[in-house]
């Protein structure tokens, strides 16, 4: 009789066991059972694995369902094909039927159209209604504009020029315009320099952040050109930190590259 490691078996193991099952199935060979207990007297601590193992081998031993007969399996397969016999043909649905149904989902998807539409008309006159249009002045040749914002800041736009800024600034709203051109900003002054309340000037290739200042910003093409007369302004480009200007300080911007100007 060949020696296991039998201490450390798992009861999953043990049921698996041919030695082990043997033992459970025939308790009267006197032989298996006589090793078995003789192996539980020097492993005391292992007789609840034991048990748990025996009892799995038990309910695996026991058959799920009593075996049928000849003549009970006959009479199964009788019952199923009379019952296919008796069911009704699977027919198609009516006319009429098939009517109702067509237009349960034509109604169904003209109501989710009909819900995207209105979602993007409510957002579309939130950004852009009566309280939230955006303005745009341009100057023609040799025409300069003044132009007052909603914060009463205001803007000197020269020839050739172009602004766009919400007709509408409010707590939700960022003091921001959008300059192709040439123009000067007088900036109102406010006591609130977070991030959210900055005054911002964008070109297309920089940003001009300022709380309470007044300075130049020409923009010509890929050039930038910033003039800082008073207060602070921080100069916000791709991927670089923030530049401060002073008064008096003058700048040219040229891809991503900032130059000092005398």
Not at 92 to 111: E, H, K
Not at 254 to 260: L, R
Request: glycine share 4%; net charge negative; hydrophobic share 40%.
């Amino acid at each position: 009789m060949s020696y296991k490691p039998y201490s450390t078996y798992t009861a999953e193991e043990f049921a698996l066991d041919d030695l082990f099952v043997r033992w459970v199935q025939h308790p009267n060979d006197e032989e298996v059972v006589a090793y078995w207990q003789n192996w539980l007297a020097q492993n005391p601590n292992c007789q609840d694995t034991i048990e748990v193992a025996r009892e799995i081998v038990r309910e695996g031993g026991r058959p799920a369902l009593p075996a049928l007969s000849n003549d009970e399996i006959s009479s199964v397969w009788w019952r199923i094909r009379e019952s296919l016999q008796t069911m009704e043909d699977v027919r198609p649905l009516q006319p009429d039927v098939r009517t109702v149904v067509g237009w349960w989902y034509f109604i169904r998807t003209l109501a989710a159209v009909l819900s995207v539409v209105l979602l993007l008309g409510w957002a579309l006159w939130m950004q852009y209604g009566p309280d939230q249009s955006i303005r745009t002045v341009s100057t023609g040749t040799n025409q300069t504009r003044l132009i007052r914002l909603p914060d009463n800041s205001t803007v000197t736009l020269y020839a050739s020029s172009k602004v766009r800024y919400a007709s509408r600034w409010t707590d939700e709203t960022p003091r921001a315009i959008w300059l192709q051109g040439e123009a000067d900003f007088a900036v109102t002054h406010r006591n609130d320099t977070s991030s959210a309340r900055m005054f911002r000037v964008h070109t297309n290739n920089l940003t001009v952040e300022a709380v309470g200042t007044t300075f130049r910003v020409r923009q010509r093409h890929e050039c930038t050109h910033v003039a800082l007369k008073t207060g602070q302004v921080n100069l916000l480009l791709n991927k670089q930190n923030p530049i401060r200007l002073n008064p008096g300080d003058s700048v040219e911007v040229e891809a991503g590259n900032v130059q000092p100007l005398p």
